[in-house]
């Protein structure tokens, strides 16, 4: 009898000893719920009318967008801050697109942050209801009109949906900013077609000077040039037929485009070591005089204008744009355009507080990034400054004459197809890879 | 003590905790792994079940091929040096250096506590080509060489990677094996020496036969660390150029987090896990063999 009452208590101890551990670990699991709804920021829930605060999340690369919110908040957007105010963070940009896919998962994406870089990833946020619709959204707020119709293109455009799902808190035209005192040595004139550009690079690289800097240990620079010889060579749909299974990047025209850069790579017109050189090392390669001819977007009016990066001159930069490709069904007035990486605003936790934020943000990012970092955006702009460099008015005289826009090589391919087209452009503007190994990589990459 | 283990609910007292947190920790983690590599779509898009699929699909990508390729050669090329230097060096502490090996244990053993991304940054600083030519490109051309690109060059940025982390572990196996030489006793040594053995021989017949227990220890956790090799690449290469420094688990990663296919994500790492368990029970018999028969 006193056995088994011994046993029994022992039997009672081992069972609240287990019962105590699970409430514990169950506990433990708990907190991590709490963490991410206050991560999340706002009243949580979503459907709610008021929060405590607006948060938004940008990477560590990208300051402007952080600082120009921080301006609204003291000054036109003072009234929407009063009882919610503006909390920002920001992460490291090279795995932002991973961190976007945790935070969304978990519904824990802040009120506002960068979009994803990837359209396709977009994609996937706009169909699982996670990013909110503007279009609606500023339809009841009553500020339809305030982004520009070319920056609404192309965010239409480059998410393939009705609506507008994100802000364009930049509007860049891309194209080749050449060296004119490096042009005028070699005695070469501005290339207008591809032979052109081709036999310019000969001439220049004939005089020892490099030709192309490109940062080809990023990729993208690289491929975006493959990307616009097929919008010259074929159309301006040519990529999209590729995204939709019509037609496949081992085709022998589209072949040729990837060729055609692989051939100014194995010419060595881009330089030693060509795939090893980062995007800050390109852009103070040209700014110190060491290439002729660099393609890349207008977001880097930024370092053309600073006296300190650019040892140049600001006079000495020209701009051209992306050359024809003769007998091709593309036009060169097709400038390749992009929004940077936009904002979105997250479904979970909008409320009117955040209502109120999103309609002076609207009303007044534009005029406030212009004035404050000379930053050209997608948004409607009321006031010009006084004290605008003649660069940035070229850069908007090009936005509002250009006939139509095309978007970048892998705008329309999948995570997987953008990732190993970028990590093997370096293998083009080397000559290592062949334009058909190219393609044959990316191609397999983005779906077969 | 020994009433209290035959004692079962007292057993069970003393286990169920730990049980329980390895259960949630790792069992639970695990297991769930193993139910996505049925499943395909990630966390925004849902998940859907698709059998076998992911596990076919890893037999025919050739990305995932080229990956599990290129962690085997990496992992058997590191396990060879970093074990045959390590090996060396111990040897020269316990038969040379004696009582001054403190100070060069020390120097040698230092990279292992330096920060991976550091010596990535130095390594990749040192054989830079352009825009500004490292070090070791600058005693080429003196020597009459040409400018070589070694990290944009897929078959000289294998052997960077492999002459950087060879620089980190040498210290670390060094002292792993340097623990095991000197529980070899002194009497085994010295009588071995009296009966003629010396140099080599010494070696080859006495100290490597009784260090082969530490050394199965060196081998199995250097061919399940290289087999996992990540930070260091990541830093290095970024798995480039191309891919053609890509291992299984920067592809696990990219595939998972990157791609948003968290299915095929834990196929590719339940492949490696299956690798992990493959080369430590090949190790391990191989080693056996060799202890009985010797």
């Known amino acids: 009898m006193k056995q088994s009452l011994r046993r029994g208590r022992r039997t009672f101890a081992a069972a609240a000893f287990i019962g105590a551990s699970a409430l514990a670990l169950a506990a433990c699991s708990g907190s991590s719920d709490s963490d991410s709804s206050s991560t999340a920021g706002g009243g949580g829930g979503g459907g709610g009318t008021t ?41 490291d940009g090279t795995t932002w697109d991973q961190q976007l896919q945790v935070l969304a998962g978990n519904d824990a994406l802040s009120n506002m942050s960068m979009a994803a870089g990837t359209p396709s990833l977009m994609q996937d946020f706009i169909s699982a209801g996670k990013v909110l619709n503007l279009t609606e959204a500023f339809a009841e707020l009553g500020v339809e009109g305030a982004v520009l119709p070319a920056a609404e293109a192309t ?104 060729d055609a850069v692989s051939a100014l790579g194995e010419a060595g017109y881009f330089g030693p070591a060509a795939g090893s050189i980062d995007y800050n090392t390109a852009m103070n390669q040209f700014l110190t005089g060491g290439g002729a001819m660099f393609y890349m977007g207008s977001w880097a009016l930024g370092n053309f204008n600073s006296e300190e990066e650019n040892q140049i001159g600001v006079d000495a930069i020209g701009y051209f744009p992306f050359p024809e490709v003769e007998g091709g069904a593309g036009s060169i007035d097709e400038t390749p355009a992009n929004a940077g990486i936009p904002v979105m605003f997250t479904t979970a936790n909008y409320t009117d507080d955040i209502g109120e934020w999103l309609k002076c943000i609207a009303e007044n990012y534009g005029n406030v990034a212009l004035a404050e970092s000379g930053q050209v955006t997608g948004f409607e702009i009321t006031e010009t400054p006084a004290d605008q460099s003649e660069l940035t008015t070229m850069v908007q ?40 190994e190219f393609m044959e990589l990316v191609q397999a990459a983005n779906g077969g | 003590m020994d009433s209290v283990f035959r004692n079962r609910t007292a057993a069970v007292v003393m286990l169920t905790p730990a049980l329980l947190v390895y259960t949630f920790v790792m069992l639970v983690p695990i297991l769930w792994s193993v139910t996505y590599t049925f499943q395909s779509g990630n966390a925004i898009t849902g998940f859907e079940f698709v059998g076998f699929d992911n596990w076919i699909e890893f037999f025919r990508d050739d990305t995932a091929l080229d990956a599990l390729w290129f962690t085997l050669r990496y992992a058997i090329v590191m396990t060879v040096l970093q074990v045959a230097t390590g090996y060396g060096l111990a040897l020269l502490y316990i038969f040379f250096l004696r009582n001054k090996s403190p100070l060069v244990r020390t120097t040698i053993f230092f990279p292992v506590i330096l920060p991976t991304v550091a010596v990535a940054l130095m390594f990749s600083r040192m054989f830079e080509a352009a825009p500004t030519v490292g070090p070791i490109n600058t005693i080429l051309q003196w020597l009459g060489g040409d400018l070589t690109d070694f990290l944009g060059t897929p078959s000289q940025a294998f052997w960077v990677v492999i002459i950087m982390d060879v620089w980190r572990s040498m210290g670390f196996y060094a002292v792993l094996l340097y623990a095991g030489l000197v529980e070899i006793p002194n009497e085994v ?58 291992p299984l688990t920067l592809y696990m990663f990219r595939t998972s987090f990157a791609y948003g296919q968290y299915g095929y994500g834990s196929t590719v790492a339940f492949m490696l896990t299956l690798l992990c368990l493959i080369a430590t029970i090949f190790v391990f018999r191989s080693m056996r063999r060799d202890v009985t028969s010797s």
Do not use: M
């Open chain 2, 189 to 246: 040594i010295e009588s071995a020496r009296i009966d003629g053995a010396s140099g080599w021989k010494l070696v080859r017949r006495i100290v490597f036969p009784l260090s082969l227990p530490v050394l199965l220890s060196a081998l199995i956790f250097s061919i399940n660390g290289t087999l996992k090799v990540f930070d260091s690449i990541v830093a290095l290469t970024n798995g480039g150029p191309g891919s053609a420094t890509t």
């Open chain 1, 51 to 91: 929060s405590d605060e607006f948060t938004y999340l940008g990477q560590t690369q990208n300051t402007t967008i952080a600082a120009t919110l921080e301006s609204l908040q003291t000054g036109a957007c003072a009234a929407a801050a009063d009882g919610t105010p503006l909390v920002t963070d920001a992460i």
């Open chain 1, 155 to 258: 965010l239409k455009q480059l998410y393939q949906a009705d609506d507008l799902y994100a802000l364009p808190t930049e509007f860049n035209i891309e194209g080749f900013w050449y060296n004119k005192d490096l042009f005028e040595e070699a005695g070469v004139d501005v290339p207008e077609t591809w032979t052109e550009l081709v036999d310019a690079a000969e001439t220049l690289n004939s005089a020892d000077i490099q030709p192309f800097v490109a940062a080809g240990g990023d990729g993208w620079p690289v491929t975006r040039l493959v990307g616009n010889y097929i919008f010259r060579s074929l159309g301006a749909d040519a990529l999209q037929k590729v995204a939709d299974g019509e037609a496949s990047l081992t085709d022998a025209e589209y072949v040729e485009g990837a």
């Open chain 1, 397 to 436: 005289d090009q936005i509002a004459s250009a006939a139509g826009s095309v978007l970048w090589f892998e705008a329309a391919f999948t995570s997987e197809g953008t990732t190993v087209s970028q990590t093997n452009g370096g293998g083009l503007a080397t000559g290592d890879l062949s334009g058909q």
